[in-house]
């Protein structure tokens, strides 16, 4: 029997590994540390109840397969990862559909490095890989996933500068940006491929980052035709379009809480769920349609405002949860005219 509905999340772990592992210079879960990270992520999983979840800061396929089964909800999903470069985490996904095909990307697409005034700019890895899972969300309609982590705001720091140099920070920023901006630019290249000219539903999901206004997630999103162009000239601009399930929440209801992570009293939206216009309601052509969005993010507080330490266990993002609706199958049977 096909679902008529189903939900998509998206996760960041928070450094998802082994116990007695560095993952970072002198950091490591101890077995009790890890044991409560499992029974963490386990209850949070039992929270969203989503049937494609994607996840990020995955260091470990093993750790992830144990959190997964310390959920009822996750117990049977499959899991496809992506390995992170080195000893550097990955992004995951587990799905109840069945997995038709995988593919990763570590490098950008040649046509997608840019250049500015003729100099090339010198980037073309990414600094997490793209993890894309073609899935049959029943016997018809299949759709392609993304779960993607793009390059953190951290300043990118030369070695041997001052750290704490004001010019420096600013050049380290500069960096960062500079790379999530290239990034997203590869990942818009990879993206047209399933969105152009295809009436394929295609979603994204991941950390990115930055906020759904920002330059670089408006990159990856692709631009929004103007509002006095004609029909014509519009359709093929939506034809490429992906939209932000935060939209939609907005939409829906009178306040916007959508923050999934705080830094130094900032509330920010960096983890988000992107659709295609297969999933959009205003495309009236559309397969099914976001009905409803969830952020759990009651675990995260303001460290400006509370003396409390953040337990290492916890994720420092909050989850990202979408319900999709897909349209009723045709009736087989005609209608009768009165």
């Not at 995951?92 to 490098?107: H, S």
């Not at 001052?162 to 630019?185: F, N």
């Not at 990856?220 to 490429?240: I, Q, S």
């Amino acid at each position: 029997m096909e679902r008529n509905q189903f939900r998509v999340g998206t996760f960041n772990l928070n450094n998802l590994m082994l116990p007695d592992r560095e993952f970072y210079q002198g950091e490591t879960y101890s077995q009790a540390q890890y044991l409560k990270k499992l029974t963490w992520i386990g209850a949070q999983l039992d929270r969203m109840k989503a049937d494609i979840c994607g996840f990020q800061e995955v260091f470990h396929r093993g750790a992830l397969k144990e959190a997964l089964h310390r959920s009822e909800y996750h117990q049977q999903h499959e899991i496809v990862m992506a390995e992170g470069f080195g000893r550097g985490p990955g992004v995951a996904l587990a799905t109840n559909f069945p997995v038709l095909g995988q593919r990763v990307y570590d490098e950008f697409p040649a046509e997608s490095i840019l250049d500015l005034d003729g100099a090339e700019i010198p980037m073309r890895q990414f600094s997490h890989p793209v993890l894309a899972v073609d899935l049959a969300l029943s016997d018809t309609i299949h759709c392609t996933v993304f779960v993607v982590h793009l390059k953190s705001k951290r300043p990118m720091m030369t070695n041997g500068v001052d750290r704490s140099d004001p010019v420096e920070i600013a050049k380290g920023h500069a960096r960062s940006l500079i790379r999530r901006t290239a990034e997203a630019t590869a990942l818009r290249f990879l993206l047209m491929d399933g969105l152009r000219d295809r009436k394929y539903p295609v979603i994204v999901m991941g950390d990115v980052n930055d906020n759904h206004t920002a330059v670089t997630t408006q990159i990856v999103a692709g631009t929004p035709p103007w509002e006095c162009w004609p029909y014509r000239k519009k359709a093929p601009v939506w034809d490429v379009l992906l939209y932000q399930v935060k939209d939609i929440q907005a939409r829906l209801g009178y306040g916007d809480h959508y923050y999934t992570h705080i830094h130094n009293g900032h509330y920010d939206s960096l983890d988000h769920i992107m659709v295609s216009e297969e999933f959009s309601a205003q495309n009236r052509d559309r397969i099914g349609r976001v009905t409803y969005v969830s952020v759990f993010n009651d675990h995260l507080f303001d460290q400006t405002l509370l003396e409390e330490n953040f337990e290492p266990w916890q994720s420092d993002h909050g989850q990202v949860v979408a319900t999709i609706e897909l349209n009723p199958p045709p009736s087989p049977w005609p209608q009768l005219v009165a």
